[in-house]
Structure formats: structure tokens, C-alpha cells
């Protein structure tokens, strides 16, 4: 990708280190897309599994979350669906 005729230094930007600084972002976004396509894998094998890729998405959000917001957020919904007559 570098061009070994490129300026060292181009309007007061030092170019050997952008360019490192760019080529380094582009190789943890070459892992992140790999990564993603391994979450895919797993919610592939899961589904195959007969488990339900929409509820397990909606189980991970959850844990991310703090315990009090997760209550909160649980008891609010209640309150709506109760509202709503939907349970």
C-alpha cells in the first residue's frame, strides 16, 4: 500500500506516520469484520440448534445491561403492556 516515493513530511502532516496510523485502523477493522462474521457462526449454529437467534440477541442486550436499569426497564414494559391490556 505505501508508495516509497511518497514526501516524509506534506503540509506539516508527518505522512510515514499517518499512513501508519491509517494501515493500523485498517487492520482492526479487517478483525472486527472477522469477528462479526464469526457472531453470525455462532448465531448460525444456534438457530441450527432450534434456539431463536431474535430472543437470544434480546438475552445478550439484557446481560449487557445493570441490573437496576434491567428492572427498570422490565417494570416499565409491564406497565405499558398492562396499560395496553396485552398481559
Do not use: H
Not at 469477528?35 to 441450527?48: C, H, P
Request: aromatic content about 4%; hydrophobic content about 40%; glycine content about 6%.
Amino acid at each position: 500500500m505505501a508508495d516509497s516515493l511518497a514526501p516524509e513530511n506534506v503540509g506539516g502532516i508527518a505522512a510515514d506516520q499517518l499512513r501508519s496510523i491509517i494501515e493500523r485502523y485498517e487492520r482492526l477493522q479487517e478483525e472486527v469484520d472477522a469477528l462479526r462474521a464469526d457472531q453470525k457462526e455462532v448465531l448460525a449454529e444456534a438457530k441450527g440448534n432450534g434456539f431463536d437467534v431474535k430472543t437470544i440477541r434480546k438475552v445478550i442486550a439484557l446481560r449487557k445491561k445493570e441490573e437496576n436499569d434491567r428492572r427498570e426497564e422490565e417494570a416499565l414494559l409491564d406497565l405499558y403492556k398492562q396499560a395496553l391490556g396485552l398481559g
